[in-house]
């Protein structure tokens, strides 16, 4: 690892010297000193299926996650990409170097943190079960035996798994299982309370069953061995959470409740 750190910064100390001599060598107007263009990127993996946190407005991502990123970015001097994907390839890219960032309203889990690191946590939020509005499931107790909707590898389905005699059937979107949920394919959905929240406004004739799970907490995953971007990402947080910048993205997509 040292080795190939040290040929880097070989090839970093010999592009500097090189360019510095290529300035040089040029006469009248030499560039700016910006080097305009080639600003270092910053790639979000997301699952852009998930409001109020990231989902679609025309071609654009937006939302609570998107610019929390695109502030982040700015503060580092990157320039932002979000690469959408499903769900649970988040983790393998930014483990791979496909992406510098996951960020995705992902909890942050024990078997997470086996693969990635996690920044400081960044919100809160709970698991809650969605049901129609004239179901007879009144408890999360009532769940057992029951058909549970949940998205693929989410905290929703890890949390179904423990449900006795559950069948589970998993969606890549949290919409699509909400959608089975209408047509009576399955009993209930679990999965995160804001998104939960959109669906039901957007849906005619469901609920959110009043008890919820544990709460958990979302931070940005982050490769392992990339500690100097996770040390400036934390930096950047904490001064997006001091200045209120935080809050006042939160407020633009959850309205007081
Ligand atoms: N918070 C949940 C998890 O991390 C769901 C996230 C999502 O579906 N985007 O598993």
Do not use: H, W
Not at 107 to 114: F, G, H, M, P
């Amino acid at each position: 690892m040292k080795k190939v750190l040290s040929i880097v910064s070989l090839c970093v100390c010999l592009a500097v010297i090189l360019t510095g001599c290529a300035a040089a060598g040029t006469t009248g107007t030499a560039p700016s000193g910006q080097d305009g263009g080639s600003q270092k990127k910053l790639v979000m993996a997301t699952n852009a299926e998930f409001p109020p946190y990231e989902y679609y407005e025309g071609s654009e991502v937006v939302g609570i996650d998107a610019e929390l990123a695109k502030a982040i970015a700015d503060k580092l001097g990157m320039e932002l990409t979000i690469e959408d994907m499903a769900f649970d390839s988040i983790i393998a890219s930014v483990q791979t170097g496909k992406a510098d960032v996951g960020i995705a309203g992902m909890t942050v889990t024990e078997d997470r943190l086996q693969n990635v690191s996690f920044s400081t946590p960044y919100t809160e939020s709970r698991q809650v079960v969605i049901l129609k509005e004239d179901s007879d499931i009144a408890s999360v107790e009532d769940l057992t035996g029951k058909t549970i909707g949940v998205q693929l590898g989410t905290t929703g389905d890890i949390f179904a798994e423990d449900i006795e005699n559950a069948t589970l059937e998993r969606y890549n979107k949290g919409m699509e299982a909400v959608q089975s949920l209408n047509q009576g394919k399955v009993d209930a959905v679990i999965i995160d309370m804001m998104p939960a929240k959109v669906f039901v406004e957007q849906n005619e004739g469901l609920k959110i069953l009043d008890e919820d799970f544990a709460v958990e907490e979302y931070a940005i995953a982050v490769a392992k061995d990339n500690t100097e971007l996770l040390d400036k990402i934390n930096a950047a947080l904490e001064e997006l959470k001091s200045s209120g910048e935080l809050q006042k993205i939160i407020d633009k997509y959850i309205s007081a409740q």
